[in-house]
Every structure is written in C-alpha cells, then in structure tokens.
C-alpha cells in the first residue's frame, strides 16, 4: 500500500472528520464515555473548526491518502520559538499498523525542521494505549503527567517530546 501525505484541503474536512470518529471510538471507547467521545468529536471536528484550522497559516494540516482515500491526518503548529506541538495524529483503526502514522509524523517532523524548532510535543491520555506505544515507539519520551479535560470528564494524559 503507498501512502501519500499532503495538505489538507477545505474539500477533505468530511473525510477528516470520519476518520476522527473511527479513531476516537476506536482509541478511545474502552476508557471514555460513548457522550463523552461524541461530545469531544463534536468540539473538535465541527466544520466551522475544522475549515479554520485548514486555512490558518500557522497550523501545518496534513491528510495521508491510500487508495485515493483520506485514512489519517495530522495537524501541527509552532508554539514556542523553539517548539511545534503535535496537535491532533490519527489513522483510520483499519489502517493501524500500515504505516500511516509513521508517514503523518515523518512529515510534521519535516516540517518543524523547516520551522528551526528543537523538538515535537505532544499530549496522548495515558488511557489510550495505542497512543502511547505509537509516540513510544518513535523515539518520543514521556514526560510530566498532568490532567486533560474532555466534555467535564477529567484523564490523566502524558506529555511526550523529542528532539527534531
């Protein structure tokens, strides 16, 4: 399977948004409520939010294609002069394992390079056990646990880092 990694278009914000759910229901269902999740999607994954994020020049927005088809996205945004937080990287739970995710963050990371930051960060809740053998198997460390708040329900979430 070739996978192609590209920036998002207003005309994949559908495709983005089906992906999330299948990831989050997928990543997610065994430790958040089945609310909780739809609440979480429905915040994140609104249109109007979604199309913001796509046209703002300040977040790097990247879909991964297979088979002409949108399996997985990233998003990105400089928010320190020497730092890019990984905002958002999920794959369709049919393509887990594909290499998906590797070609999502191969390209973030070329792109903070671009940015002459000095590491990635990233918050995955330490629930989400997919999450965390993904960013631990890329070289990422785990740092500080903290609390995240999702729809009023509160997870502890691990906060990663690697150097670019």
């Not at 990543?27 to 609104?46: C, I, M, N, S, W």
């Not at 918050?123 to 965390?132: K, L, P, R, S, T």
Request: charged share 30%.
């Amino acid at each position: 399977m070739s996978v192609t990694v590209r920036a998002a278009t207003g005309e994949d914000l559908a495709a983005v948004e089906a992906v999330a759910r299948d990831a989050w229901y997928a990543a997610y269902g065994g430790f958040l409520e089945p609310r909780t999740v739809e609440a979480g999607l429905a915040e994140a994954y609104d249109e109007a939010v979604l199309s913001a994020a796509v046209e703002n020049d300040d977040i790097e927005f990247l879909v991964a294609e297979a088979d002409d088809e949108v399996v997985g996205f990233a998003s990105a945004e400089r928010t320190w002069a020497d730092e890019v937080e990984l905002h958002t990287l999920y794959v369709h739970p049919d393509r887990w394992g594909e290499g998906v995710g590797s070609a999502l963050l191969s390209a973030v990371e070329e792109w903070a390079r671009e940015q002459s930051v000095a590491r990635i960060v990233c918050g995955v809740f330490a629930e989400n056990a997919v999450g965390v053998g993904f960013f631990e198997a890329k070289g990422f460390r785990r740092g500080r646990e903290r609390e995240a708040e999702l729809a009023g329900e509160r997870h502890p979430e691990y906060e990663f880092e690697r150097e670019v």
